[in-house]
């Protein structure tokens, strides 16, 4: 998530949001903290097209339209709604992929099991040099920030996404930093968690409409400049 910890001799600072700083500022002085904006390795991340990518081959989904989940598999991120999601999924076509690790693994891998589902898969994480490729295979991701963060920090991986071009799902409260993020750079949609029908409609109208795909997959790559290196001021 976006609280990098960085370093100076004055103070430390912190990757982190608005809200956060308001926080903090009852602690601290707020001349005291400094923002450093969180950025993506736009060298690292790129564009991939489906017949180029490695991983898609490996797991036999180049013809599948990749809904991905990869991430920490923490108690505060609802993951286990993509199993909801592939149990209501009608669309044959439509894949759901969750990478990652944590406290909620194996739950995720029993469920998965006890569904019998063929339409969604769980795996471990990936070596780091994969990275670029295992999220490049997403059509859609699934990017997930509980309450209790909604207005403190935005996970990390959103800026990979936004240079790769991939459209994002959020699921946050409304009010959160990673909503306002999606909703004003107009890079996918933003929903709350109990929303099942709604994010099942967004992703069929995604599916279908390759016109809207672009539009957001342009729109993250274009805001994903605004994220590099360069616009971080890291004090060390």
């Known amino acids: 998530c976006a609280n990098r910890k960085v370093f100076s001799k004055a103070a430390k600072v912190f ?28 060298n690292f991340f790129k564009p991939v097209l489906k017949e180029e990518n490695i991983f898609l081959k ?36 439509i894949h759901f992929l969750i990478i990652g690790g944590g406290d909620k693994f194996e739950l995720i891998q029993s469920l998965i099991e006890r569904s019998g589902l063929k339409n969604i898969q769980l795996l471990p994480w990936q070596p780091t040099e994969r990275l670029p490729f295992t999220l490049a295979s997403a059509d859609l991701a699934v990017v997930t920030l509980g309450d209790e963060a909604a ?47 709604e994010i099942l409609s967004f992703i069929y109208s995604i599916f279908k409409d390759e016109a809207m795909k672009k539009h957001f997959s342009q729109n993250s790559l274009t805001t994903s400049k605004k994220y590099g290196a360069e616009n971080a001021q890291l004090f060390l």
């Not at 990757?15 to 736009?42: C, F, H, Q």
């Not at 339209?65 to 609802?78: E, M, Q, T």
């Not at 240079?163 to 890079?187: D, R, T, W």
Request: charged fraction near 25%; aromatic fraction near 6%; include cysteine.
């Open 58 to 93: 490996e797991i036999n989904c180049e013809e599948k339209f990749l809904v991905l989940y990869s991430g920490n598999l923490g108690k505060s991120h609802p993951v286990e709604l993509l199993v909801e999601w592939a149990k209501l999924c009608k669309e044959p076509e």
């Open 151 to 197: 207005d403190l920090s935005i996970p990390s991986k959103t800026f990979d996404l936004m240079s790769i071009g991939v459209p994002i799902l959020g699921i946050s409260p409304k009010n959160s930093a990673l909503s306002h993020l999606i909703c004003s750079e107009k890079i996918g949609k933003n929903f709350q968690s109990s929303k099942s029908e």
């Open 15 to 42: 990757t982190l949001t608005e809200g956060m700083k308001t926080k903090l500022s009852a602690y601290v002085s707020a001349d005291r903290i400094t923002i450093v904006p969180i950025w993506s390795n736009n």
